[in-house]
């Protein structure tokens, strides 16, 4: 990978003022008052049509679940942001009509196997299994989940599956757990069997191994722990090297599945692909920590301060947010003792993502600090309308991650938890979630660095 610019060893201090470098940082500009903005949000479309639309229009019946070979279908995370943040239906169209340009069409004979599923002969239990993560036979996978979602409702469906999916949800870089999350989100027996289905096909293993008893008290999440944990990681030069090292040899070079999955892999439990000393050195900082409270608003309120401590906005860690927030939607569908797997396995991918990433060039002064001015600073921010008109009304059809992000953020933002030990205050959380919004809308993202060949 190539050489670093940025400090190797960045500093949590006490004090900054994120937004004087942010040009939405002011509320005077606003073209129209929150309450016409508020009122046009209020008008937004009704759920049932958007799941009817996705169903008729924009799932696997028209368009494959992957295109280029490897790239993930993003078509219902777009519909699904772009309607919570209140798109009328023509912009919803005029995007959907963009985006699917890119992707692989179904032919005019390609059979409806969640209409038919009833007819069909559906795999067994061994056969799906034995597809687990190869990326084959979406269809029958489709077919497979669409029936048990029939027989069992959604919940049931989920409750059942859900337990033996999560710890590959790393695959095709978060994007199996992305579009369940977003399935769920919405609603609808189709696109929930659709989440199910390529979480399976792209399953990437990182099972929790078995690890030694500690007899150190558990660590809690404080941003303290949290920076020197990422910090350590990012800047680790083991892990780096062994990640170039694989990536350059087979099998993971022969993976057409693009430089970062390949990186993602071998962080991985996969037998073949990964290095089993990176793994088990990322499980024992995760597994370091007490996860016994630990929920989907401590992941949101964890990654989205990490995302804005960057000094760049980072494709790859949005990718975290995005998924926390998709696992969140889920989490109360699984046993306490699975949620909390599920969520260490959460950070375990994170953190290999934040290396993946090459991001190390965090800010020096903690964003929320200090703590005496931070109401006077979130007031200075753009309201919520104010940047969902924002993200509305930039040119051209953007980057879906965009939306994607400020629909996270605000949801997050508004959000009231009822977390007595909370990673972030109510106002820290709303401070945070507006500066990742603002990020997104007005900051490229930063290339991605490619490893040498």
């Known amino acids: 990978m190539s050489d670093r610019t940025e400090s190797d060893h960045p500093n949590l201090c006490n004090a900054s003022h994120i937004n004087s470098n942010l040009p939405l940082a002011t509320t005077a500009t606003s ?42 279908n993003h078509l219902l995370h777009a519909v699904v942001a772009l309607h919570e943040l209140g798109a009328s239906e023509q912009k919803i169209a005029e995007y959907a009509a963009h985006y699917t340009q890119k992707l692989e069409a179904e032919g005019p004979d390609h059979e409806d196997v969640v209409e038919h599923v009833a007819t069909l002969v559906v795999l067994s239990d061994e056969e799906a299994q034995a597809l687990l993560g190869k990326r084959q036979q979406y269809d029958a996978l489709l077919a497979y989940y669409a029936q048990d979602v029939k027989q069992l409702g959604v919940d049931g469906a989920v409750c059942k599956h859900l337990p033996n999916l999560f710890s590959g949800l790393a695959g095709a870089l978060l994007h199996g757990i992305i579009q369940l999350g977003y399935a769920y989100h919405i609603g609808g027996d189709r696109p929930v069997a659709e989440g199910l289905a390529y979480q399976h096909h792209c399953y990437l293993p990182f099972d929790e191994p078995e690890m030694p008893q500690s007899n150190e008290p558990l660590r809690q999440f404080t941003r303290q722990t949290v920076f020197e944990v990422a910090d350590a990681v990012a800047s680790n030069e083991f892990l780096r090297s062994e990640q170039d090292r694989l990536v350059a040899i087979s099998p993971v070079k022969d993976l057409d599945i693009g430089w970062v999955q390949r990186g993602v892999n071998v962080f991985s439990g996969h037998p073949e692909r990964s290095s089993p000393k990176a793994f088990a050195l990322i499980w024992t900082q995760v597994n370091a920590f007490d996860f016994s409270n630990f929920d989907g608003s401590h992941a949101l309120d964890m990654v989205m301060w990490l995302y804005v401590m960057l ?6 860690i949005l990718h975290a947010a995005t998924s926390a927030w998709s696992l969140q939607q889920l989490e109360h569908l699984l046993s306490p003792s699975d949620k909390a797997k599920a969520w260490r396995v959460w950070l375990h991918v994170a953190l290999s993502a934040l290396v993946t990433s090459q991001s190390r060039d965090f800010r020096e002064e903690d964003v929320c600090s200090p703590s005496d001015d931070l109401e006077a600073r979130l007031a200075a921010l753009p309201s919520w309308p104010q940047l969902r008109e924002k993200a509305l009304a930039l040119p051209g059809f953007p980057d879906e991650h965009v939306y994607k992000m400020v629909q996270v953020a605000e949801e997050h933002g508004n959000a009231k938890y009822n977390n007595v030990n909370s990673f972030l205050s109510t106002t820290e959380r709303d401070f945070v979630a507006r500066t990742a919004a603002i990020t997104v809308i007005t900051t490229p993202f930063k290339p991605l660095t490619h490893p040498p060949k």
């Not at 000094?311 to 790859?316: A, E, G, L, R």
């Open 31 to 72: 073209s129209v008052s929150d309450a016409a903005i508020a009122s046009s949000f209020q008008t937004k479309l009704p759920a049932e049509q958007v799941r009817q639309t996705l169903t008729r229009e924009y799932s696997t019946l028209r368009f494959r679940i992957e295109y280029g070979n490897y790239l993930s």
């Open 311 to 316: 000094k760049h906005n980072d494709f790859i």
